[in-house]
């Protein structure tokens, strides 16, 4: 079992700066991949962007990139989405997701966290 615990998210202005945080323990050495994913009101979860533990290999949706910054603390088991440039379009609910690979689809991944609320004012 892994247990992800997300924190970070709030309510900040258009052009503002967040950084999400999720911790992970238990078994963390069974999966191999952390990624991100945001559920917007009356929307499907989407894929954010991911990080391979085992390397600097980063992934992103073309939606964020530019602006979101996925990075891992291999000592902390951490792992950390900076979002500058934000958008209102960017809010959601934010959830971190642990596998054993890098997936862009949500099903493919076996644990999840319980998710931190973002809204971007405009």
């Known amino acids: 079992q892994v247990q992800l615990v997300e924190s970070g998210g709030g309510l900040v202005q258009a052009g503002g700066s967040l950084r999400l945080s999720c911790a992970a323990s238990g078994r963390t050495f069974s999966n191999s991949a952390m990624g991100w994913f945001r559920q917007a009101p009356g929307k499907e979860r989407e894929f954010v962007a991911a990080?391979?533990?085992?390397?600097?290999?980063?992934y992103y949706a073309d939606s964020v990139k530019g602006r979101f910054t996925i990075s891992r603390d291999n000592v902390e088991n951490t792992v950390y989405l900076q979002m500058s440039s934000l958008k209102p379009e960017d809010t959601a609910i934010y959830y971190c997701?642990?596998?054993?690979?890098?997936?862009?689809?949500?099903?493919?991944?076996?644990?999840w966290g319980q998710g931190t609320q973002v809204t971007v004012s405009s």
């Open positions: 997701a642990a596998g054993t690979k890098v997936y862009y689809s949500d099903s493919l991944y076996d644990y």
């Open positions: 990080i391979k533990w085992s390397s600097r290999n980063t």
